[in-house]
């Protein structure tokens, strides 16, 4: 398997940006879910789970390391009463500690299936950069696994020409100049049933179909072993293997 694309999501929920090379560390991609809105009122993490709204918003990095969200008008802002009037409540845009501090709590609707929830559950995220879980810093998939599914709605940092990434559990392997080693399949959520810019339409069948045919598994996890560099084009090398 070789790599097909590479995104990053500078911003917890928002549409990404796809890059030809990126740095790959025990955190993850340089620059991945480094930033995510708070709700000034309750002090939760704001996610596509709970405002759906969060997708059709894009971030981008800045050439000085800082980041710009793209409204869905076209405005470019890093301003927080700015985004607070798209999304129609107080937020902030927080950039993750560099230390180990207290992970995040979000919301998620207890029936992911009810169109308008009105009860939610709160769960706790990773510390450091705003990933679902500090278990899940590096996402893997192929276009074997995505068949006819566009690839936006898992939102993975690596997707990968071939297929075979579930049998990599246990394993490691070389990526580019980084080192891997893969973990468990990632269960998937609503998110992935979300309408999304450029398309792609509400369907609660990608979820069901998850479920019933993969466990609610999708993609691979991985963690960073060895930093390193890592290309479109690069290839997948595990130990003992060919591309």
């Not at 869905?72 to 009463?81: A, F, I, K, L, N």
Request: charged share 30%; proline share 7%; with cysteine.
């Amino acid at each position: 398997m070789r790599v097909l694309e590479l995104w990053r999501y500078p911003v917890k929920s928002l549409q990404g940006e796809r890059v030809m090379q990126a740095g790959l560390g025990p955190l993850g991609l340089d620059g991945d879910r480094r930033w995510a809105l708070f709700d000034r009122d309750t002090g939760l993490g704001l996610t596509a789970r709970r405002l759906p709204d969060l997708l059709f918003g894009a971030a981008r990095l800045r050439p000085d390391g800082g980041v710009e969200v793209v409204l869905p008008d076209g405005t470019v802002t890093s301003d927080d009463e700015v985004i607070s009037g798209w999304l129609g409540r107080r937020v902030e845009l927080r950039v993750a500690p560099e230390d180990d501090a207290d992970a995040p709590v979000y919301e998620s609707a207890v029936d992911a299936d009810e169109p308008d929830p009105t009860e939610w559950r709160q769960w706790e995220g990773a510390p450091g950069p705003y990933h679902d879980s500090p278990r899940i810093r590096l996402s893997l998939v192929s276009t074997g696994t995505l068949g006819t599914w566009d690839r936006r709605r898992f939102r993975a940092n690596v997707v990968l020409d071939g297929e075979g990434e579930d049998a990599l559990r246990g394993t490691e392997a070389d990526l580019g100049g980084a080192r891997l080693r893969f973990g468990a399949g990632i269960p998937r959520c609503v998110m992935t049933t979300r309408p999304q810019p450029g398309g792609i339409a509400r369907d609660t069948s990608v979820l069901k179909t998850v479920h019933r045919e993969r466990d609610g598994l999708l993609a691979v996890r991985a963690a960073v072993l060895t930093a390193g560099t890592v290309r479109v084009g690069d290839a997948l090398v595990p130990d003992g293997g060919g591309d």
